[in-house]
């Protein structure tokens, strides 16, 4: 994916990272969004560094850094160098990898970002951990969630 005159987001990661399994949640979070991405190795070892130079190149104004002690951030081209919009571990949990790279992309659309918040509760949901009695529950919470967000 090294199309110049492609818009992407770019992804600029440390040419001392060598597993590079270890960020797919990130990008398959980008492409449930349905945004392309460019993902090239750098000299460079610092996220900040990495996702501020990604965001300069690429044509959309957002990039990921993701840096050699497995930090990642989501840089805007728009914001201050230091100040990247969303920061967390290569060792966070694969959902939350996700969500980042899913952010990132939801950016550029336009549209609200997920929440990195109630992950546990979330997990416990999709995996069915949960029995029936406790619908009327989940369904009082989300009910809650969407009055506060009014």
């Known amino acids: 994916m ?7 987001i770019n992804i600029y990661y440390s040419s001392q990272i060598k597993d590079k399994s270890s960020y797919n949640q990130l990008l398959w979070g980008i492409e449930e969004e349905g945004l392309p991405y460019n993902i090239e190795s750098k000299p460079l070892e610092n996220s900040i560094e990495l996702g501020y130079s990604a965001a300069e190149d690429s044509k959309l104004n957002v990039g990921i850094g993701i840096g050699k002690d497995g930090n990642i951030i989501v840089h805007y081209q728009k914001l201050n160098k230091e100040e990247p919009l969303f ?7 694969h959902h939350n990898l996700r969500k980042l790279g899913a952010n990132a992309a939801r950016l550029i659309k336009g549209i609200a ?22 619908n009327y529950v989940d369904i009082e919470m989300i009910v809650k969630k969407v009055m506060e967000s009014l």
């Open 113 to 134: 970002f997920k929440s990195f918040s109630d992950d546990a509760e979330i997990d416990e949901k999709e995996n069915g951990n949960k029995d029936d009695s406790d």
């Open 87 to 93: 920061s967390l571990n290569i060792k966070d949990e």
């Open 2 to 8: 090294n199309n110049v005159d492609r818009p992407t």
